[in-house]
């Protein structure tokens, strides 16, 4: 049964880094070929895909936010992590990370997300 779990984010100030970790139980994901994103929503506002890190650890970040993202994994833990730079209250969204069969939004089925967790960002 797999299982998807986002970190607490902690504490967020405008200007600093927000980090979120999420943790994978009952799959692999390096051995699967899976696409391992994040995804968020703002406040009043639709879903936007932010990024992955594929199985194989290819990274695909969205245009708008590259400049101040990074997607990265630790293979011995089977997590992935999201790292988003000079955060500001725009920022604020409910953040989850998901499993997607293929690399596009379309294909990241919602049974396959984890619970989300709320990202408040203080100014």
């Known amino acids: 049964q797999v299982q998807l779990q986002e970190s607490d984010p902690g504490l967020v100030i405008a200007s600093q880094t927000l980090s979120l970790t999420c943790t994978v139980s009952g799959a692999s994901i390096t051995t699967n070929r899976y696409y391992w994103s994040w995804i968020r929503q703002p406040p009043g506002k639709g879903i936007e895909w932010i990024g992955y890190?594929?199985?194989?650890?290819?990274?695909y970040l969205d245009p708008s936010l590259e400049s101040r993202t990074s997607i990265s994994r630790d293979t011995a833990k089977n997590q992935f992590t999201l790292q988003l730079s000079s955060v500001t209250p725009e920022d604020t969204a409910v953040y989850y990370c998901a499993r997607c069969t293929a690399p596009e939004f379309r294909r990241c089925n919602r049974a396959y997300w984890g619970q989300g967790t709320q990202v408040t960002v203080s100014s």
């Open positions: 890190i594929s199985y194989s650890g290819s990274t």
